[in-house]
Nanobody, 113 residues
């Protein structure tokens, strides 16, 4: 069993930056690509991007150029760096080990205008 724990959420002003972390209870990065998702009230969960086992990244159109995914294998942690935040980025953000049942509990990001 693997636990994923997100942190780093909070309140930020529009145009600001926030970095989210997703800490895994053990090293799974050689087994799974890691994805970031978000969900706003009344909306479906949205895929934001991923980092593969070989460190390749891919992003959705809504985040490309603003969000960056990276990881620190020594810390078993994946990061989501978010820049130029907009009020519409307000959501609960989740990390997920792709093709597994492992999801974090989510962390709330609120962007004020």
């Amino acid at each position: 069993q693997v636990q994923l724990v997100e942190s780093g959420g909070g309140l930020v002003q529009a145009g600001g930056s926030q970095r989210l972390s997703c800490a895994a209870s053990r090293n799974i990065f050689s087994d799974y690509a890691m994805g970031w998702y978000r969900q706003s009230p009344g909306q479906q969960r949205e895929w934001l991007g991923l980092i593969t086992t070989t460190n390749t990244t891919a992003y959705s159109d809504s985040t490309k150029g603003r969000f960056t995914i990276s990881r620190d294998n020594a810390k078993n942690t994946v990061y989501l760096q978010m820049n130029s935040l907009k009020p519409e980025d307000t959501a609960v953000y989740y990390c997920h080990a792709i093709k597994s049942n492992y999801w974090g509990q989510g962390t709330q990001v609120t962007v004020s205008s």
